[in-house]
């Protein structure tokens, strides 16, 4: 007697749940993922092997590029009483929203007469193309010494801590205008600081 022969059926794997678990995790990195400032003054920095991570806090960073530097502090409350020691220094009264402005903004570079329009304005438009000049480091008009100086005493202030210097330099920028801010830097009795570099490949 011949046997009932059994119909084969074709596999079916149920993806609900495996489609599920992929949105969740889709959606948990787009919340949580920190969007990229722009940078005011976008530079090429040079290449190095050297890994070294700068400090989170208490670090100032000098970005140089197209002849130009910018200024930034980390930390709000660093970043407000620096103000205010410049505002005093320059005989520039700033409100309490211009104090909580400034605190939001990473880096920047105008003179201290400029100051007060580019906090008024919002992120984008501070960074929109040759808006700001750079901060002045002339010897007649040496204000970037100055927020240097003050940034210290404001670092000690609020945190109790020494600052930290990190130079950010265009690896096209002559080398003379990166001499000039290392010059301010070591008037100032600062000879350690941080270069920033860009990660390449060792040689072998």
């Avoid at 670092?155 to 600052?163: F, M, S, Y």
Wanted: aromatic share 6%; with cysteine; charged share 25%.
């Amino acid at each position: 007697m011949a046997k009932a022969k059994s119909q084969k059926k074709a596999a079916a794997i149920d993806m609900t749940a495996m489609c599920d678990v992929a949105f969740l995790l889709l959606t948990f990195f787009i919340l949580t993922a920190t969007a990229k400032v722009p940078e005011p003054l976008p530079v090429d920095t040079p290449s190095s092997t050297v890994q070294t991570k700068l400090p989170d806090s208490d670090l100032a960073m000098l970005t140089i590029g197209n002849g130009k530097v910018f200024f930034g502090v980390t930390g709000k409350e660093v970043r407000i009483r620096t103000l205010e020691l410049m505002g005093t220094k320059y005989g520039i009264a700033f409100s309490p929203e211009e104090r909580q402005r400034f605190s939001l903004m990473d880096a920047f570079g105008v003179p201290m007469s400029q100051l007060k329009s580019l906090i008024a304005k919002n992120s984008t438009e501070r960074n929109e193309k040759d808006l700001q000049s750079g901060i002045p480091k002339d010897s007649l008009d040496n204000q970037l010494k100055e927020w240097i100086y003050n940034a210290r005493i404001a670092t000690r202030d609020v945190a109790g801590k020494e600052l930290k210097v990190a130079i950010k330099g265009d690896a096209k920028q002559e080398y003379p205008q990166i001499k000039k801010v290392i010059d301010i830097l070591q008037d100032q009795q600062i000879n350690q600081f941080n270069l920033v570099t860009g990660l390449r490949a060792e040689d072998f």
